[in-house]
Nanobody, 128 residues
Framework: QVQLVESGGGLVQAGGSLRLSCAPS????????MAWFRQAPGKEREFVCA????????DYIDPVKGRFTISRDNAKNTMYLQMNSLKPEDTAVYYC?????????????????????WGQGTQVIVSS
Protein backbone atom coordinates (compact mmCIF):
# COMPACT_ATOMS: atom_id res chain seq x y z
CA GLN A 1 0.00 0.00 0.00
CA VAL A 2 1.36 3.39 -0.99
CA GLN A 3 1.44 6.00 1.74
CA LEU A 4 2.81 9.48 2.24
CA VAL A 5 3.74 10.18 5.84
CA GLU A 6 4.27 13.70 7.10
CA SER A 7 6.12 14.58 10.27
CA GLY A 8 7.63 17.58 12.01
CA GLY A 9 4.55 19.58 12.91
CA GLY A 10 4.01 21.11 16.30
CA LEU A 11 3.42 24.22 18.34
CA VAL A 12 5.76 27.16 17.82
CA GLN A 13 5.76 30.84 18.71
CA ALA A 14 5.43 33.47 16.02
CA GLY A 15 8.81 34.10 14.44
CA GLY A 16 9.93 30.54 15.05
CA SER A 17 10.79 27.75 12.63
CA LEU A 18 9.72 24.22 11.85
CA ARG A 19 10.82 21.67 9.29
CA LEU A 20 8.26 19.28 7.91
CA SER A 21 9.18 16.00 6.26
CA CYS A 22 7.27 13.79 3.86
CA ALA A 23 8.43 10.22 3.40
CA PRO A 24 6.63 7.87 1.03
CA SER A 25 6.29 4.18 1.65
CA UNK A 26 5.35 1.52 -0.82
CA UNK A 27 6.90 3.27 -3.80
CA UNK A 28 9.26 6.07 -4.75
CA UNK A 29 8.18 9.46 -6.05
CA UNK A 30 11.70 10.57 -6.97
CA UNK A 31 10.68 11.10 -10.60
CA UNK A 32 7.55 13.05 -9.79
CA UNK A 33 6.27 16.46 -8.86
CA MET A 34 5.50 16.78 -5.17
CA ALA A 35 3.79 19.51 -3.24
CA TRP A 36 2.68 20.85 0.12
CA PHE A 37 -0.87 21.99 0.79
CA ARG A 38 -2.41 23.29 3.99
CA GLN A 39 -5.86 23.55 5.46
CA ALA A 40 -6.71 26.04 8.18
CA PRO A 41 -9.79 25.57 10.38
CA GLY A 42 -12.93 26.45 8.47
CA LYS A 43 -11.08 26.97 5.20
CA GLU A 44 -10.48 24.96 2.06
CA ARG A 45 -7.25 23.13 1.49
CA GLU A 46 -4.85 25.45 -0.33
CA PHE A 47 -1.69 25.01 -2.32
CA VAL A 48 1.49 26.17 -0.58
CA CYS A 49 4.39 25.09 -2.80
CA ALA A 50 5.55 22.43 -5.22
CA UNK A 51 8.84 21.04 -6.47
CA UNK A 52 9.92 19.24 -9.62
CA UNK A 53 11.55 15.82 -9.58
CA UNK A 54 15.11 17.14 -9.52
CA UNK A 55 14.42 20.02 -7.18
CA UNK A 56 15.38 22.65 -9.73
CA UNK A 57 11.88 23.95 -10.23
CA UNK A 58 9.73 25.24 -7.40
CA ASP A 59 6.72 27.45 -6.95
CA TYR A 60 5.34 29.17 -3.84
CA ILE A 61 2.27 31.16 -3.01
CA ASP A 62 3.03 34.79 -2.25
CA PRO A 63 2.30 34.67 1.52
CA VAL A 64 5.12 32.18 2.10
CA LYS A 65 7.71 33.42 -0.38
CA GLY A 66 10.96 34.23 1.33
CA ARG A 67 9.93 32.35 4.48
CA PHE A 68 9.30 28.77 3.32
CA THR A 69 11.65 26.55 1.34
CA ILE A 70 10.64 23.29 -0.30
CA SER A 71 13.34 20.74 -1.01
CA ARG A 72 13.83 17.05 -1.60
CA ASP A 73 16.50 14.46 -1.04
CA ASN A 74 15.87 11.74 -3.56
CA ALA A 75 18.59 9.57 -2.05
CA LYS A 76 16.46 9.46 1.08
CA ASN A 77 13.17 9.48 -0.82
CA THR A 78 12.06 12.41 1.32
CA MET A 79 10.64 15.88 0.73
CA TYR A 80 10.95 18.76 3.18
CA LEU A 81 9.35 22.08 3.97
CA GLN A 82 11.51 24.48 5.95
CA MET A 83 9.28 27.11 7.48
CA ASN A 84 10.90 30.21 8.98
CA SER A 85 9.48 33.42 10.43
CA LEU A 86 6.23 31.63 11.11
CA LYS A 87 3.08 33.67 11.60
CA PRO A 88 -0.20 32.80 13.32
CA GLU A 89 -1.87 32.74 9.91
CA ASP A 90 0.36 29.79 8.98
CA THR A 91 -1.56 27.68 11.47
CA ALA A 92 -3.03 24.72 9.58
CA VAL A 93 -2.79 21.05 8.91
CA TYR A 94 -0.06 20.57 6.32
CA TYR A 95 -0.35 17.82 3.72
CA CYS A 96 2.16 16.48 1.26
CA UNK A 97 1.03 15.26 -2.12
CA UNK A 98 2.50 13.49 -5.14
CA UNK A 99 1.66 13.80 -8.84
CA UNK A 100 2.65 10.62 -10.66
CA UNK A 101 1.88 12.10 -14.05
CA UNK A 102 4.61 14.76 -14.17
CA UNK A 103 8.29 15.25 -13.49
CA UNK A 104 8.31 18.99 -14.18
CA UNK A 105 5.77 21.44 -12.81
CA UNK A 106 2.74 21.50 -15.11
CA UNK A 107 0.70 24.65 -15.53
CA UNK A 108 -2.01 23.32 -13.21
CA UNK A 109 0.35 22.27 -10.42
CA UNK A 110 -1.50 24.46 -7.89
CA UNK A 111 -4.68 22.45 -8.28
CA UNK A 112 -5.59 19.74 -5.81
CA UNK A 113 -7.01 17.52 -8.55
CA UNK A 114 -3.60 17.03 -10.09
CA UNK A 115 -2.28 15.01 -7.19
CA UNK A 116 -2.73 11.28 -6.93
CA UNK A 117 -1.44 10.53 -3.45
CA TRP A 118 -1.88 12.42 -0.21
CA GLY A 119 -0.57 12.13 3.30
CA GLN A 120 -2.68 12.25 6.44
CA GLY A 121 -1.37 15.66 7.44
CA THR A 122 0.65 17.15 10.27
CA GLN A 123 -0.63 19.96 12.48
CA VAL A 124 1.24 23.24 12.70
CA ILE A 125 0.14 25.76 15.32
CA VAL A 126 1.76 29.16 15.52
CA SER A 127 1.00 31.13 18.65
CA SER A 128 1.13 34.91 18.77
Amino acid sequence: QVQLVESGGGLVQAGGSLRLSCAPSGRSFNDNVMAWFRQAPGKEREFVCAISWGGHGADYIDPVKGRFTISRDNAKNTMYLQMNSLKPEDTAVYYCAADVGHSLLPTNHRGRRLYDFWGQGTQVIVSS
